[in-house]
């Protein structure tokens, strides 16, 4: 399954299926990208991130995908189980002095068994 | 073995009655968040210290105020809560503004 992640939309899939999560980002001077799953009612967890110098990054069974051209980003979950569901953020980090995040609205993801 | 520790995890209070929100961390990071997250929403930075220096958000109500006494706690102080303040608060840190990590969250009810 794929989705665009920026009017919360939600991704629902099947157990053992891929699935990518899309993110738009705003700034083409942003140097760092990060995503992050946030469980209900707890704090956002860290996956994976990724550096402006790379185009993609692997983790444990999550790939980052960074299209600088278009501004665009991309979290690839590899078999995704029932834990998986959750809202996932992405953001961008601005280079320069002013080094706060910039998020995105988030995509829910629903893994039906 | 908890890194990004809030205290508590729920808090109840008055509409304009003060309350203090606390984070504390054992990762000896240097940069310490605080975010409001309302329901289905990103989280909002309120603002951050960076070390011993304080980083306002320019949209951040006169009303939200924190204190960083040393490296290890920071606090949330909401010196008149409004009904419009019932959010999640996330503390998070980093070193440096590289990755950040979070806290569990306190949830913010005002009654």
């Known amino acids: 399954g794929e989705s665009v992640g920026l009017h919360l939309p939600t991704l629902s899939v099947q157990e053992g299926d891929n699935s990518i999560i899309n993110c738009a980002y705003s700034?083409?001077?942003?140097?760092?990208f990060i995503w992050y799953k946030q469980e209900s009612g707890k704090g956002p967890q860290f996956i994976i991130d990724?550096?402006?110098n790379m185009d993609k990054r692997q983790g444990q069974r999550v790939t980052v995908l960074l299209n600088k051209t278009v501004k665009h980003l991309s979290l690839q979950i590899a078999a995704t189980q029932p834990g998986d569901s959750a809202v996932y953020f992405c953001?961008?980090?601005?280079?320069?002095?002013?080094?706060?995040?910039?998020w995105g609205l988030g995509t829910s993801l629903a893994v039906n068994p | 073995d908890a890194m990004v520790i809030q205290n508590p995890r729920y808090q109840v209070t008055q509409f304009g009655k003060p309350v203090t929100l606390s984070c504390s961390q054992t990762?000896?990071?240097?940069?310490m968040y605080w975010y409001q997250q309302k329901s289905s929403q990103a989280p909002k930075l309120l603002f951050h210290?960076?070390?011993?220096?304080?980083?306002n958000e320019a949209d951040t109500p006169d009303n939200f105020q924190s204190r960083r006494p040393n490296t290890s706690f920071c606090f949330l102080d909401i010196r008149s809560p409004g009904l419009g303040d019932a959010a999640m608060y996330l503390c998070?840190?980093?070193?440096?503004?590289?990755?950040?990590?979070f806290g569990p969250g306190t949830r913010l009810t005002v009654t």
């Open positions: 953001a961008e980090r601005m280079a320069g002095n002013n080094r706060k995040l910039i």
């Open positions: 700034n083409s001077a942003s140097d760092y």
């Open positions: 990724i550096r402006s």
């Open positions: 990762l000896n990071h240097n940069v």
């Open positions: 210290y960076y070390d011993k220096d304080f980083n």
């Open positions: 998070a840190t980093s070193r440096d503004h590289d990755k950040q990590y």
